[in-house]
C-alpha cells in the first residue's frame, strides 16, 4: 500500500521559516522524483518544487527541496514566509524522473499538511 505522510506545516509569523518533511512507503522510493505542490482556498494546486531521482532540484527562490533516499523523505525548506504561502501542502511522487511541474504527472500523493502565516 503506497502512503505518502506529511508532516511539519502549522501557524508562524511572516517572516519566520519552516521545514516540511514527507515520508513515501510502499514503493521504489528512490525511482520517482519528487515534488511539492500547494493549494489555497479557491485557488487552484500550484507547482512549489520538484527534485528528480538523481537529485537535480528546482529552486524556486525561499523555498528548497531535498531528498534522503536512505530515509523515504522528501523535505520543502520554507524561508521568509508571507502570508501569500498559506496553503495546504501536498508532496507526491512521479514516475517520470525529471521532475515535472504538472500535478498530472504525478501518481501519488499526500494528504497534505496546512501551513498558515499570520501577518
Known amino acids: 500500500q503506497v502512503q505518502l505522510v506529511e508532516s511539519g506545516g502549522g501557524l508562524v509569523q511572516a517572516g519566520a521559516s519552516l521545514r516540511l518533511s514527507c515520508e513515501g512507503s510502499?514503493?521504489?522510493?528512490?525511482?520517482?522524483?519528487m515534488g511539492w505542490f500547494r493549494q489555497a482556498p479557491e485557488k487552484e494546486r500550484e507547482f512549489v518544487a520538484a527534485?528528480?531521482?538523481y537529485n537535480v532540484d528546482s529552486v524556486k527562490g525561499r523555498f528548497t527541496i531535498s531528498r534522503d533516499n536512505a530515509e523515504n523523505t522528501v523535505y520543502l525548506q520554507m524561508n521568509s514566509l508571507k502570508p501569500e504561502d498559506t496553503a495546504v501542502y501536498y508532496c507526491?511522487?512521479?514516475?517520470?524522473?525529471?521532475?515535472?511541474?504538472?500535478?498530472?504527472?504525478?501518481?501519488?500523493w499526500g494528504q497534505g499538511t496546512q501551513v498558515t502565516v499570520s501577518s
Open positions: 507526491a511522487a512521479s514516475r517520470k524522473n525529471w521532475g515535472p511541474p504538472n500535478a498530472l504527472d504525478y501518481e501519488y
Open positions: 510502499g514503493f521504489t522510493f528512490s525511482s520517482y522524483a
Open positions: 527534485i528528480t531521482t
